[in-house]
């Protein structure tokens, strides 16, 4: 979504209200996979934005090592096939 279309852009004459805020965390809260916040409490424990926040980062760390490390097998394996091979056209085909 553009700056400009976005509910909560920020202008010099305009701030994001805490209702604006508790919604993007709501909101993020709920892209993060449960079992990725930890916690004692139960899953329904409504948490703290700061605890959002850090979770979500976490997550993303651990999303960005595995693409890394996702495309590191990839180029391994595209080195090791033969660029010819059915196998390699596939894999060619899919990556577009």
Known sequence: MSASRSPYRQTRSS?????????LIYKLQQLIPQDQIHTAHSHHHKYSS???????????????????????????????????????AIIRTLLM
Request: net charge negative.
């Open 15 to 23: 701030r994001i209200t805490d209702e604006q805020i508790a919604d």
């Open 50 to 88: 700061t605890k959002v926040l850090e979770e979500t980062c976490s997550y993303v760390r651990r999303l960005q090592r595995e693409v890394e490390d996702l495309s590191q097998r990839q180029s391994e394996l595209l080195q090791s096939m033969d660029t010819d091979s059915p196998q390699a």
